[in-house]
């Protein structure tokens, strides 16, 4: 019988154990923390450079915790990143705002690309990084995102994915729903 | 005669264009970007790993921009990293809130420190790390988690100064506060 309190991972030769967290109706899911671990992060990009959807121009992600895994696949492939934000800054430029479709725990959601930052994406092939994929609802989103900014999506990459989200992910380990 | 809508900056021989955005009563001030360029915040990490105060033994930052410089940081310097946010997640258990004192924009915020990451600093010698340091404020919020959470601040690191904090910062250049 496994300790429903905690979860290990190997990624890469590395193990983690990962602690987990009630989260709602689910009970306890694992929480994968890669910030404030850097070989972790490492570990974990360099088994996703390979998987990067061939013909991929550009990364897209979204804040925080996968943001330090997403410059590592942007430093190891040569690719450049975007990363959309979970509020308004001051500072955007005709930001593109997109609802999230559905949350997991039932929280709604907005993500705004800043102006300058969509224009990345124009014309471009995007795939799509997140750390953990679960409903698949933020990963619609950015898909969208990347839609109205004129790009195209080549896939969905994930270190993680945790339940059945709609589309068709690249993960590196699936990880159980709750424990 | 300068262009006001943006800055050239040259860090470890690398030259970038910064973007510059109104703010408020200040004018047009200098947008550091380092989500979105590996590149750049590869060279700052390099140039900013050797000023590491000595002894030591953490690095403590905050979301968002400065994450995937204190990951570089982190990974070169082999010291582990701890990141406070900007809200409270779900998943924190006794996490330590500190108000930030004051903004340069007039806003107010707090951080969030996790139980678990705050156990982290307990009596270790912990360097403070940001993007860009301007007033203070929050450098200061960080150095008071620091202390709640048992630990001592070594020092103050950032990419950038812009304007005049009131303690001792290493920064590798200072921005004109406006333009």
């Known amino acids: 019988m496994n300790n429903p309190n905690e979860l290990t991972v190997t990624i890469g ?3 983690r154990t990962l602690p987990t967290v009630r989260a709602g109706n689910l009970g306890r ?3 994968v923390e890669f910030i ?3 070989e972790f992060t490492n570990v974990a990009a360099q088994e996703l450079v390979a998987l990067i959807p061939a013909q991929t121009e550009v990364l897209l992600t ?3 915790n996968a943001l330090p895994l997403t410059h590592e ?3 190891r492939s040569g690719l450049p990143y975007v ?3 979970k509020k308004r800054r001051t500072y955007m430029q005709s930001p593109l705002i997109q609802e999230v479709p559905s949350m997991t725990l039932g929280v709604t959601e907005t993500l705004w690309l800043d102006g300058p930052h969509a224009e990345r994406l124009r014309g ?3 795939a799509i990084v997140q750390d953990v994929i679960a409903s698949g609802g933020t990963a619609q989103a950015l898909a969208r995102l990347v839609e109205r900014a004129g790009g195209t999506v080549t896939g969905y990459l994930a270190a993680f994915r945790q339940g059945e989200p ?3 992910v690249t993960v590196l380990q699936d990880l159980p729903r709750s424990l």
């Open 13 to 15: 030769g590395l193990e």
């Open 29 to 31: 899911v694992p929480l």
């Open 36 to 38: 404030g671990d850097s």
């Open 62 to 64: 979204v804040v925080t």
């Open 73 to 75: 696949l942007s430093d």
């Open 83 to 85: 990363c959309a934000r």
């Open 124 to 126: 471009r092939r995007v």
């Open 166 to 168: 709609p589309m068709s």
